[in-house]
Structure formats: C-alpha cells, structure tokens
DNA sequence: ATAAATTTATCGAAAAACAATAAATTTATA
DNA sequence: TATAAATTTATTGTTTTTCGATAAATTTAT
C-alpha cells in the first residue's frame, strides 16, 4: 500500500493547505484528495511540484507499506 | 525533477526486465517506457506492485532532485 | 552470426488527474 | 457559542496519461 503524508511536512513548513495549493499550482480540492489519500496516481509533475514546495524528499511524504502476511 | 530509477534494485534483486513485469503485472513495454523516464505519471497501485515485486522502499526507486538554480 | 533482452512506436480504450465550482464539514478563534 | 477560516467532499466536464496489445527496431549477450 503506498501512502501519501503531507501533514508532517506541512506541519514542518508552517504552511497551510490553501498555501501549499498554491505553491504546487493545483486546486485546493484536489490537493485535499491527495492529501487524505483518495488519488490512485500522481503525475511527475505534481510530485516534484510538491517537494520543490515542501522542500523535501520524495520519501518524506509517500511511502511503501507492505502489507503484513506471507513472509513476515 | 523527478527520477525514476529501477536498475540498481533489479540488479539487487538479479531481475530482468521481463520477470518484473510478469511480477508487477504490466507489460513489458510499459514498464519500459517507466524505467526509461518517459512515463508522466504513475498510479499507486503500480508503485506498490513494483516496491512489493522488488521488496523495496519508495525512495530506491524514486527520487526528487531540486534543479540546480536560486538558493543552493 | 544468432538469440535474447530491451527499447521504441502505434493505436485504442479505460482510468484518472485536474479545473472549476459549490456545498458540507471540521477546526480555530474572538 | 457564534462566527470565520480552513479543509473535506461532491459534481461535472475536459484533458491527460496509463496501460494493454502488438510489432518493429535496437541493443546486449552468447
């Protein structure tokens, strides 16, 4: 499962949704979507928007996690 | 900038091409096309499909790199 | 040279981003 | 608690892009 974590970075910037839109160049709605993990896919383009905005890696807002069974 | 970099794990993991594909399950020209950087986009569940395929982290395999410029 | 692996190119269909907008909901604050 | 601000959710339409299927071209290995 890969999960998308804007808050800690947000949180880190002090910035805001409505900033980070902003920033990024997409809506307000759809950055929410993201955000609360409701997109199925992100272009390049937005991705690198969003860590140019947040000024951080990629690993710092999305992450793998494996889902637990077989092979724990 | 957004970079995708499949070969190191592949060759960590001793993979072709051709068995990632048949793991992730999208064909081979496709995942082509993402290992070459010609993709725009991605969607989740083929992110997960390949970190899963190659037991991996995001950041193995993808990387934001700020483009040189303004404040280095 | 031959085979295997990979890349590139088409075409079409399905999926999904994203904009624009508005309404609902949550959270903050005076 | 009333009000405002921020965020989430919903809807509709457009555009972009994935991805499958397929084949050809190219590169790499044997």
């Given at each position: 499962?890969?999960?998308?974590?804007?808050?800690?970075m947000?949180?880190?910037?002090?910035?805001?949704?409505?900033?980070?839109?902003?920033?990024?160049?997409?809506?307000?709605?759809?950055?929410?979507?993201?955000?609360?993990?409701?997109a199925?896919?992100?272009?390049?383009?937005?991705?690198?928007?969003?860590?140019?905005?947040?000024?951080?890696?990629?690993?710092?807002?999305?992450?793998?996690?494996?889902?637990?069974?077989?092979?724990?």
């Amino acid at each position: 499962m890969i999960i998308i974590n804007l808050d800690v970075m947000m949180a880190k910037r002090k910035m805001s949704l409505n900033q980070l839109s902003e920033k990024v160049g997409i809506t307000l709605a759809n950055l929410s979507i993201l955000k609360n993990n409701k997109a199925k896919a992100i272009r390049f383009s937005t991705l690198d928007a969003i860590c140019k905005a947040l000024d951080c890696r990629v690993e710092d807002i999305v992450e793998y996690v494996p889902d637990e069974k077989e092979g724990i």
